[in-house]
Structure formats: structure tokens, C-alpha cells
């Protein structure tokens, strides 16, 4: 199988790619990891810059596609037409847990199983054999807890500055903030407002926009992150 010379990144961004005019996937690395949407690409690209793990190209699945896990389906069936895709010998897929973790692994089990692809029988397993690429399932916060990135980002950001993490819920408690929200939408409004407080390159950023900005109040080099780069430098190793 043929290999890519890689391009050696000159940061975090260098490792998200985008889509060309046409809307087409571009490949450059032999690895690649696929996440759900572009914020979550962004911090996976920055996190894995930041730890000097060079070897993946982060994708998302392009609006056309669909967000989330509902667009790895059409992703792969995109990709599987390109012969620019073949060189790529490993591809790790990060999707959320939201509110059922094991429903939600399932869902990217089927999306494998019914594209050809191995598939892993547990989150954070990497499935090999000769003659097929390689294949790992991430789900965030972790393998066995219902929620989102946004809740390892918090966690992250709180143990960093532990006052805000109280500051926040006494915003939400004096907003008023809808009794009928959910743990993920919580978890949302609480990134939001991080960032609204703490960003002073611009409050309004969003989410996909904070890396690499000094005032970020998510601390990239947060221990909290280890779990996420240990695997992913462990997909690489073991070949």
C-alpha cells in the first residue's frame, strides 16, 4: 500500500484539513482520526500539536454530510470513492456519548459494520488485522459515562481555576436557567460562559475558535487530556 510524505505541521491548525472548493476530503497522513464536528477537530488537532503527536490528520465529516455520528456513514462512503483515501492505514473515529454511552458506541459499531470497516468491541480498543486499516473508537467523556467533550474540556478548565467552576453556577442559578435542561445542555452553557468571561481575545468566540489564543481558560496541557493522548499515541506505536 502506498504511504504519504507527511508535511511536518507548523501548528495545531495544520492538522485540521478542510474541505477543497469542491467539497471533497483531502488526505495527507497515513492515520487519521474523524471526529464528529469542526470544534471538536480543533482541540483534538491542537491537543495532539501540543504533544508533538504529528502523525494524524483530523477530519470532520462536512456539513453536507451531516454533524455528529450521523455523518460517519456518509464520511466513509465519501471517502471510500476517493483513491487519495487509500494510502490512509488507520482512522480513529471520537464521538460523544450523550445521554446513552452504549447506544452511542453502538451507533459507530453499525456505521463500521456496515461499511466494510473492522470494528472495535469496546471504546478505546483498537481493532487490526492484516490487509485492513486499522480502527479505534474514542468516546468522550470516557467509556463508561454519559455526556460530551464539553464535560473534559470543564473539567479541565475547573481544575485549572477552581472559583469559576462556582461563579458559573451562580450565573446559571441567577439567570435562571430552564429547569428542563439536560446534563449535556448544562455542560454547553457552561463552556459558553467560560469563554464569555475568560476569553479576552474575544468573548464571543466560539468553541472551535479559543486554540491557540493565550487567553484561553482551557488549559491545553491539562493532565485532564492525558487519557486521550496516551491512546492515540498508542494507535500510532502499535502497528
Not at 464536528?37 to 491537543?47: M, N, P, Q, V
Not at 453556577?169 to 446534563?183: E, N, V
Not at 463552556?191 to 481558560?217: E, Q, T
Request: proline share 6%.
Amino acid at each position: 500500500m502506498p504511504r504519504f510524505a507527511e508535511p511536518e505541521p507548523r501548528n495545531g491548525d495544520d492538522l485540521v484539513v478542510e474541505s477543497d472548493r469542491n467539497h471533497t476530503y483531502k488526505y495527507r497522513r497515513n492515520y487519521l482520526i474523524v471526529c464528529e464536528g469542526y470544534s471538536d477537530a480543533r482541540f483534538i488537532a491542537h491537543l495532539l500539536y501540543s504533544k508533538g503527536i504529528f502523525g494524524f490528520d483530523v477530519h470532520h465529516p462536512l456539513k453536507p454530510h451531516g454533524q455528529g455520528t450521523s455523518g460517519f456513514t456518509k464520511y466513509l462512503q465519501a471517502a471510500s470513492l476517493m483513491s487519495s483515501f487509500a494510502p490512509v492505514i488507520g482512522i480513529v473515529f471520537i464521538t460523544d456519548n450523550d445521554y446513552d454511552h452504549s447506544a452511542a458506541f453502538r451507533r459507530v459499531q453499525d456505521t463500521l459494520r456496515e461499511n466494510g470497516f473492522l470494528v472495535p468491541e469496546r471504546p478505546f480498543e483498537t481493532k487490526s488485522e492484516d490487509g485492513k486499516r486499522k480502527v479505534g473508537i474514542v468516546t468522550l467523556p470516557n467509556g463508561t459515562t454519559n455526556g460530551r467533550i464539553e464535560d473534559v474540556l470543564l473539567e479541565a478548565a475547573f481544575e485549572a481555576d477552581p472559583e469559576i467552576k462556582d461563579c458559573i453556577s451562580s450565573f446559571a442559578k441567577c439567570a435562571g436557567t430552564p429547569q428542563s435542561w439536560r446534563p449535556n445542555q448544562k455542560s454547553k452553557m457552561a463552556i459558553h460562559a467560560l469563554i464569555a468571561v475568560k476569553h479576552s481575545h474575544d468573548p464571543a468566540a466560539s468553541l472551535a475558535y479559543v486554540w491557540g489564543k493565550s487567553s484561553n481558560p482551557i488549559p491545553i496541557a491539562s493532565e485532564k487530556f492525558n487519557f486521550l493522548t496516551e491512546y492515540l499515541e498508542g494507535f500510532l506505536r502499535d502497528h
